[in-house]
């Protein structure tokens, strides 16, 4: 009786295991207040081969342009320019001058590269100079240009013997001697005469003297008789009429 109760029993047990269904996997619950964050798949990145082709792009053009600017400023000429106005008939100095830069092989009547610059200085302006212009050999010589026939003379006069309005290279103006004037013609000196002549550069204030210089163009014939009344300070000068 025993061993039958007893594999009833095992029987019993075998058949409950084998009618029990299986178990089925629980549902993971949706992510919310207590159930913690939900979990985040993992983002693959892609590499955008057009942007970098850009980029590339963007560095060669860039290191042309600085080769191009680098070449370009590697390849120029200095020209020598007078950094402030120089009248016809001034001496230039260093201080006259500056440099600019010019393309290579730009074709230029201007004096250029630095061991020019003792060709320029020392030299006489020939024409007037205004601030920034060229200077070429047709506008400076090694003294002021006299007109055939003509000499130089500088005139040293007070304010009261000039005219009111400024004179300037290029004015006609006449010469007339004091002593005339006054009738303080000294004995045999004979009958002066007024001397046209023309203003040779722009008159130059002496501060020490307190007068203006005034160099003119006078006839050969009358500069001696000009420098003399000149010095002794026995003559005026004024604007011709044809001026």
Known sequence: M????????????????????????????PAGPGN????????????????????IAAIIVGGLIGAFVYTGTQHSDEVWVVSKTVDRGDTITAQDLAVIDVAHGQRTAGFTGAAAKDQIIGKVATVDLPQGSLVTRASIARKAPVPDGDAMVGVALKTTQLPAAPLHAGDKVVVAPIAQQAGT???????????????????????????????VYVSASSASDVAGRAAAGEVTVYLDAAS
């Open 185 to 215: 013609i000294s004995a045999g000196s004979g009958k002066v005469k007024d001397v046209s002549a023309v203003v040779a550069s722009d008159p130059k204030p002496d501060s020490a003297s307190g007068t203006v210089v005034v160099d």
């Open 2 to 29: 025993a061993t039958d109760t007893v594999t009833r029993g095992t029987k019993s047990r075998r058949r409950r295991a084998v009618e029990q269904p299986p178990l089925q996997p629980q549902p993971t619950p």
């Open 36 to 55: 913690g964050p939900a979990p985040v798949a993992p983002v693959r990145t892609r590499r955008s081969w057009g942007y970098g082709a850009g980029a």
